[in-house]
Every structure is written in C-alpha cells, then in structure tokens.
C-alpha cells in the first residue's frame, strides 16, 4: 500500500464511507469528536444508495459529474496515510455513478474513501486513458493504451517473416481503449465462468483450453457484471487484430516490443517460448513487460483476437475490423511451447472458434462499441 497526501484543491472532493458489519458512517458525522470530512480537510459528495449483498459485496451510488473522474481508496483505519487505491472510474456521460465493493472477510471494517477529480483533459463524453483502470473482485488490471497511429505488418526485409504479415497496412486507432495488464488468469476465469478448463492447473497461470466462443461469452458475463459502470459507448470484448499489434508494439517498429533482437538472444527476459520453457504455461507477469506496462505479449499463451483471418488492405484504414466472415479467428503472441519468431510483434496466426488448445487463451479489452 502506499502513503497518500490529502489536500484540498478546487479540482479534487472526497467521499469517506466507514463500512462495518451492519452500519455506515457518513462523512459529516463525528468521530472521535471530530467529523470524518473534516479528518481529511476536503469537502464531500453525498452517497444516496447503499444496497448490501450478502456478505461479501456492498454497492454505493451517487449523482455523477460527467466531466470528472472517481479514484476509489480502501483502508483499515481513519487516519490519511497508508491507503491501498483499488479502482479508477474515467468519466462517464450518464446523471448516476456506482461502485461494486468486495467486503474483505479478513476485517470487521473497512474505510472507503473515493476521491473526484475534474478531467481537464477529456472533452464532453469522452474517456480518458491517463492511468490503469482495475476491476478490483477480479485483481484484473487493464492497461492504458492511447488513441494513435501505427504500421501493421512487417517489411519486406523482416528476418522471418511471413507473407501474410503484409502488405505493411497504416492504422489509426481512432479511440483509446484499454487492454488487460497480463492474459486472463485461472482464478478470473473462475470467478466469472465457475469452471475450470485449463490442462495445467494455477491460479496465477493463464487459463487456456477456451475457445472463441468461450473468450467471447466471458466478455459479455463481464459486461453484465459490470453494468452500472461501463463507460458510455465501451465494452469489454476481445481487441481486434489491430487493436493487439498496436498495444504489443507500444509505439516501437522492431521485430519485438524491445527490440529486433536477430539472433533471440534477449527474448527470454520478455517471453515464455520453447527456447526457455518447452513443458507448461507459466505464471502471468513472470516477464518483462511493454513500455504501456503489458506482460507476455510475446509468448506464455497464444491469445485470440475479435477478428475473422484475412488478407491485409494494405494503404490506410482506421479501426479495421478484419474479413466480415471467415472459417478461422486470428490468434496473436506465440506460446509456451512454440518458435521464437512465433512471439514477433507483426507474426500472425489463427485458429477454429470452436476448438480448445492448450497454448490458446486470451486477454480482455475494454473498447469502443464497434458500429459496422
């Protein structure tokens, strides 16, 4: 956890809530001869609705200000120091807010504070990717990842290359997004679905043996889960081919996020592939990640894209969708058990919808609604 400095600006307003078994202390009552807004030197929104799940979820709401942000901070005492910041909400075009709160069963109560912050950079409607967004019940971290421009595919002369890796295609990715810090663990897998699919078991390892179809229905379980706090005009789903390449790259145009690496040397500080790991799945983060904070773009898992399998435009598009049909979905990142030229940035891959492997899963975005 980190120390945090509370202070007073005509941007920043928090929300204190001391949540306890049965009762909720507001902000403008008094603790320990003192109010809780006032331990904070900071003013304080009104928390409307509090509605208790069993015992183990608590949801708040309040009226939303559509030009500001929500950073929502837990701890186990009053005191301003040592909170644990546990999500970020962007702004979002809508009149309520909400927040879904695990209750942590190792403590009888918890302070909750959220913090909100006017986005002077955002524009009326818009979504801002300036940090990390967490869907805290599931510790799944996404990743921010700016709207922007890129070459898609590889040259001519790339050492290994494919012919399906051209022709070289600009992309502008038109929106931000953000995409899962690493691929889809067992333990989110579970929390969601209620199964267990994967050959190599581990909470931490990436869940695999899923299909398209089983990657898409996680999804959409997600967005249902996660309703009442969806950016307006965003959805989870599986990024698009571009969409990955553009994040795996992180802005670079080598062979690999770090470099071109011809001899792959250097891969194994950077990917789990055959060089370094012939037998299993490894766990998620275990290497070194892109410059937008990404792990195991290169190897661990194959991971599936939104897209049928298809031929480059070539020239310039913006948010391509890939084929409208097709037989096979794109899979992107090499794997566990796979070459090491399979984990180069422009290498592509497919494979049936419907078939199970286990060097395949797949990790989340948090995109715009696509409208064909």
């Known amino acids: 956890m980190q120390d945090l400095e509370l202070?007073?600006?005509?941007?920043?307003?928090?929300?204190?809530?001391?949540?306890?078994?049965?009762?909720?202390?507001?902000?403008?009552?008094?603790?320990?001869g003192q109010s809780a807004a006032d331990r904070f030197d900071t003013t304080h929104v009104k928390i409307d609705v509090v509605t208790r799940l069993g015992q183990n979820f608590m949801i708040f709401g309040w009226e939303n200000d559509a030009d500001c942000k929500y950073e929502i901070y837990r701890g186990s005492s009053i005191?301003?120091?040592?909170?644990?910041?546990?999500?970020?909400?962007?702004?979002?075009?809508?009149?309520?807010?909400?927040?879904?709160?695990p209750i942590q069963s190792d403590r009888s109560v918890q302070f909750v504070y959220i913090k909100q912050i006017e986005d002077v950079g955002g524009g009326e409607g818009?979504?801002?990717?300036?940090?990390?967004?967490?869907?805290?019940?599931?510790?799944?971290?996404?990743?921010?990842?700016?709207?922007?421009?890129?070459?898609?595919?590889?040259?001519?002369?790339?050492?290994?290359?494919d012919d399906d890796e051209g022709p070289q295609t600009t992309v502008t990715i038109s929106k931000p997004f953000w995409l899962g810090k690493t691929e889809v663990t067992q333990a989110q897998w579970k929390a969601v679905m209620g199964s267990e699919p994967s050959y190599w078991k581990g909470n931490y390892l990436p869940v695999e043996r899923v299909t398209w179809f089983d990657a898409m229905a996680f999804c959409e379980k997600l967005n249902e889960m996660k309703s009442d706090s969806l950016i307006a005009g965003y959805r989870y789903t599986l990024p698009t081919e571009a969409q990955w390449?553009?994040?795996?790259?992180?802005?670079?145009?080598?062979?690999?996020?770090?470099?071109?690496?011809?001899?792959?040397?250097?891969?194994?500080?950077y990917a789990w592939y055959a060089g370094n790991c012939p037998s299993r799945t490894h766990t998620v983060a275990a290497r070194t990640p892109n410059d937008w904070g990404l792990h195991d773009m290169h190897g661990n898992v194959w991971e599936w894209c939104l897209d049928w399998f298809g031929d480059y435009t070539g020239g310039s598009v913006s948010d391509p969708l890939g084929p409208s049909s097709g037989q096979d979905r794109v899979i992107r990142g090499g794997g566990w058990n796979f070459r090491a030229d399979y984990s180069r940035s422009a290498y592509r891959n497919y494979y049936w919808t419907d078939a199970p492997y286990d060097s395949l899963g797949f990790r989340i975005a948090l995109s715009p609604v696509h409208v064909e």
């Open 245 to 269: 390449e553009y994040a795996c790259r992180a802005g670079t145009s080598t062979r690999f996020y770090y470099g071109d690496d011809p001899d792959y040397s250097q891969l194994e500080k």
């Open 7 to 32: 202070k007073s600006s005509p941007h920043i307003r928090l929300i204190l809530l001391l949540i306890c078994v049965q009762f909720i202390v507001q902000t403008n009552q008094v603790i320990n």
């Open 79 to 101: 005191s301003p120091t040592h909170w644990e910041k546990i999500a970020e909400l962007p702004p979002l075009d809508d009149p309520r807010r909400s927040y879904f709160l």
């Open 126 to 161: 818009s979504a801002t990717t300036e940090a990390p967004m967490t869907i805290p019940e599931l510790e799944l971290e996404m990743m921010p990842i700016p709207a922007g421009k890129f070459v898609m595919g590889s040259p001519a002369g790339e050492k290994d290359r």
